[in-house]
């Protein structure tokens, strides 16, 4: 059983869940993660549809998402916490 088009629809789901995380709650590192699982998305969609990709565009892409994803994490450990959400922490 090919489980590439339940992986899309989670990768899928997840860029959604991010993008909407960065908008509407201003976690702007969640941008990181949309970018990084919107381009795990596109490398699925084009193996399952047998899309041409050279190899070397896939590596560089692949790149591009583990810096996204680094920097998501890196901005996501310095963000400072949201008034509302540190209630029971306040001084």
């Known amino acids: 059983m090919d489980f590439s088009l339940i992986f899309m629809i989670f990768e899928a789901a997840i860029v959604g869940?991010?993008?909407f995380s960065a908008t509407y709650k201003k976690r702007l590192f969640a941008y990181g993660?949309?970018?990084a699982f919107l381009?795990?998305?596109f490398y699925d969609f084009?193996?399952?549809f047998n899309l041409p990709v050279e190899k070397d565009v896939?590596?560089?892409m692949f790149l591009l998402a583990a810096?996204?994803?680094l920097f998501g994490a890196i901005f996501m450990?310095?963000?400072k916490p949201n008034k509302s959400s540190n209630?029971?922490?306040k001084n």
Do not use: L, R, V
């Open 77 to 79: 450990a310095f963000e």
């Open 33 to 35: 993660f949309a970018f």
């Open 17 to 19: 869940f991010c993008i």
């Open 58 to 60: 896939i590596y560089f």
């Open 87 to 89: 209630k029971k922490y």
């Open 46 to 48: 084009a193996n399952f």
């Open 67 to 69: 810096i996204s994803a």
């Open 39 to 41: 381009i795990y998305a």
